[in-house]
């Protein structure tokens, strides 16, 4: 059974970090991309980053550059998200994602994600 199961969510005050993280069991995330989505309430689902293990290319979305890293571990077929320099905005529930990479670049669009996590809280308060 294909499973994604993250941790590592909490409450932080702004300014404060958190690392996120997403294993997988059931398959290997070599041939893949890896996302982090995030939806705060009554907000529409964001894509955060993304990752292609295979080669460790990387992509951000504006609002998240230079304060949070996507990353991997292949031994232990989880992938990260170290969050820096957190804000208030960042509250949400944030989510790992995957889907077959098929040899083009990975992107942050939620619809081509085919299996989720069930999710993580993330709370910055001011």
């Known amino acids: 059974q294909v499973q994604l199961v993250e941790s590592g969510g909490g409450s932080v005050q702004a300014g404060g970090s958190l690392r996120l993280s997403c294993a997988a069991s059931?398959?290997?995330?070599?041939?893949?991309?890896v996302g982090w989505f995030r939806q705060a309430p009554g907000k529409e689902r964001e894509g955060v980053a993304v990752?292609?293990?295979?080669?460790?290319?990387?992509l951000y979305a504006d609002s998240v550059k230079g304060r949070f890293t996507i990353s991997q571990d292949n031994a232990k077929n989880t992938v990260y998200l170290q969050m820096n320099s957190l804000k208030p905005e960042d509250t949400a529930m944030y989510y790992c994602?995957?889907?077959?990479?098929?040899?083009?670049?990975?992107?942050?669009?939620?619809?081509?994600?085919?299996?989720w996590g069930q999710g993580t809280q993330v709370t910055v308060s001011s």
């Open positions: 994602a995957t889907y077959p990479s098929n040899g083009g670049w990975c992107v942050l669009v939620s619809p081509l994600y085919n299996i």
């Open positions: 990752i292609w293990p295979a080669d460790s290319s990387t």
């Open positions: 059931g398959y290997t995330y070599s041939r893949t991309c």
